[in-house]
């Protein structure tokens, strides 16, 4: 079992930047990938950044690409999400999930988190 709690959310100009970090908790965490990924209103839960267990692999949305960057502490249990130039249509409540499958699908993720907000203005 993992347990995971989000933080760093919050309002950003556009341009901004902000760090958005995942609290695990487990004995196993360093044995799981992670995920980051978002919903904005009236829209799926996409894909944003993943992250493979031993931090060796990433892989990031298009969207994203450039200007986000994922990472983990495994001394900590903490994933982060570097985001920087943010835009207005990064909007969103951001959630971090864990699993034993390295993937960009969110149906294959088991454990979540609660989610943060975050709002980009114009």
């Known amino acids: 079992q993992v347990q995971l709690v989000e933080s760093g959310g919050g309002l950003v100009q556009a341009g901004g930047s902000l760090r958005l970090s995942c609290a695990a908790s487990?004995?196993?965490?360093?044995?799981?990938?992670m995920g980051w990924f978002r919903q904005a209103p009236g829209k799926e839960r996409e894909f944003v950044a993943t992250?493979?267990?031993?931090?060796?692999?990433?892989n990031y949305a298009d969207s994203v690409k450039g200007r986000f960057t994922i990472s983990r502490d495994k001394a900590k249990n903490v994933v982060y999400l570097r985001m920087n130039s943010l835009k207005p249509e990064d909007t969103a409540v951001y959630y971090c999930?864990?699993?034993?499958?390295?993937?960009?699908?969110?149906?294959?993720?088991?454990?979540w988190g609660q989610g943060t907000q975050v709002t980009v203005s114009s």
């Open positions: 999930a864990a699993d034993g499958v390295y993937s960009v699908r969110p149906n294959e993720y088991d454990y």
């Open positions: 487990g004995r196993t965490f360093g044995s799981y990938n």
């Open positions: 992250i493979s267990w031993n931090g060796a692999m990433t």
